[in-house]
Structure formats: structure tokens, C-alpha cells
């Protein structure tokens, strides 16, 4: 039984900082790409950064645009825990955020990972929301 559980939303003010956790089980964990994605109200699914399951040398992690030099992501391989470090956060960042598992896909495109979570080649969270004001 697969399940990525998302912990650390909460509210905070401009400009300050939280930590997402997703704890992962049921998967071999290391041999998938990891993903956090975002929806606010009213608003379409929003990638927000990916980490590739490679060995740490050869690791790559990518962001969004708007997220690049705020937001970190890091995993946890030993631990089976995904990390998203967020600061200088804006109102705008607010929004349910969720991990998501895949692989060998295009785990940076909240388009594909929604297909491959229909089609159960790929696994998500609950959610944790985080709010900015």
C-alpha cells in the first residue's frame, strides 16, 4: 500500500519560511523521481520543483521559475522523506502543496503527473496547506 504522507503547512507572514515533509512508503522510494506540485484556490495544478532518483553525484533538481532561489527540495533516501525548504514566501504562494512519485517520466509537468496519478503510474499525497499573508 503506497502512501506519501505531506506534514509542515501552516500560516505564516511575508517573507518568512516553512519546511514540507513527505514521508513515503510502500515504494522503492530511491528509484523514483519526486515531485512537489501546488494548487490554490480557483487556480490549475502548478508544478513546483522535481529531484531525479539518481545517486546524490548526479542528482539534478529543478524548479519553477517563480520558485528558483526561495525554494529548496532535497530527499532523504535512508529516511524515505522528500523535503521542500520554502522561504521569502509571498501571498501568492499560498496553496495546498503536494509530493508526488514517479518514474522514468516527466516528473516537471503537473499535466503528466496528474495522467500518470489516472492511470496509477504515479503517487500522490493529501496535501498540506500553506498560507501567506
Known amino acids: 500500500h503506497v ?6 503547512g501552516g500560516s505564516v507572514q511575508t517573507g518568512g519560511s516553512l519546511r514540507l515533509s513527505c514521508a513515503a512508503s510502500g515504494i522503492t522510494f530511491s528509484r523514483h523521481d519526486m515531485s512537489w506540485v501546488r494548487q490554490a484556490p480557483g487556480k490549475e ?3 513546483v ?3 531525479t ?3 546524490s553525484l548526479f542528482r539534478a533538481a ?3 521559475d517563480s520558485m528558483k532561489g526561495r525554494f529548496i527540495i532535497s530527499r532523504d533516501n535512508a529516511k524515505t522523506i522528500l523535503y521542500l525548504e520554502m522561504n521569502s514566501l509571498k501571498p501568492e504562494d499560498t496553496a495546498m502543496y503536494y509530493c508526488a512519485a514517479s518514474v522514468g517520466g516527466q516528473y516537471c509537468s503537473a ?3 496528474i495522467r500518470a496519478q489516472e492511470k496509477g503510474t504515479a503517487y500522490w499525497g493529501q496535501g498540506t496547506q500553506v498560507t501567506v499573508s
Open 3 to 8: 502512501q506519501l504522507v505531506e506534514s509542515g
Open 111 to 113: 499535466p503528466y503527473l
Open 45 to 47: 495544478v502548478e508544478w
Open 62 to 64: 529543478s524548479y519553477a
Open 53 to 55: 532518483s539518481l545517486p
Open 49 to 51: 520543483a522535481g529531484i
